[in-house]
């Protein structure tokens, strides 16, 4: 996943569009992740400021995620955007990525965008009831039939105090 710079260096300003398509397997140690077996593409294109090297595109792949409420699979696309800004010189700022003057290597600027952009909560539809907390049915297929009075034992002092006011 490396971008060729030496045409970019030539002409200041004027964007060179790239894209290419990888297993997420050439991202490296990725085997923990929902999306390890699925391909990653990747799309953009890069240009010289005059400095640095700015590269800017969107990263796509699929996975199969965990609804977090009822745990039913999940198949999500994911989108992520692509920003950095390379630099060759030996004092960098630290916003910038160093690279070696002949090529960018994209394969951790990816993988960390990928990591970085996970999703905190996956459900399989906005309105997801998620399960029972008694009995684990799923309530997306139905209502189970665990009571629905029925109180916290930490709270039952309380219902006391309710119903002696009563």
């Known amino acids: 996943m490396k971008l060729q710079v030496e ?6 300003g004027r964007k060179i569009p790239f894209a290419f398509q990888e297993p997420a397997a050439a991202l490296g140690d990725v085997d923990t992740l929902p999306w390890k077996d699925s391909d990653v593409a ?3 294109s890069f240009w010289s400021d005059g400095t640095h090297i700015v590269v800017e595109g969107t990263v796509r792949t699929s996975g199969m ?12 696309v994911r989108n992520a955007a692509l920003s950095e800004v390379y630099g060759a010189e030996a004092e960098l700022p630290e916003d910038v990525w160093p690279y070696n003057g002949e090529y960018i290597d994209l394969t951790e600027t990816i993988r960390e965008t990928l990591i970085l952009s996970e999703p905190m909560k996956v459900l399989c539809r906005p309105d997801c009831q998620g ?3 008694q009995c684990g049915a799923n309530l997306n297929e139905g ?9 916290d034992p930490r709270l039952s002092v309380l219902e006391t105090l309710l119903n002696s006011k009563r």
């Open 42 to 44: 990747v799309k953009g």
């Open 131 to 133: 399960l029972c907390p």
């Open 143 to 151: 209502p189970c039939s665990c009571p629905t009075d029925k109180i």
């Open 65 to 76: 995620y965990t609804c977090s409420r009822c745990l039913t699979p999940v198949s999500l």
């Open 7 to 12: 045409e970019a260096l030539r002409e200041e």
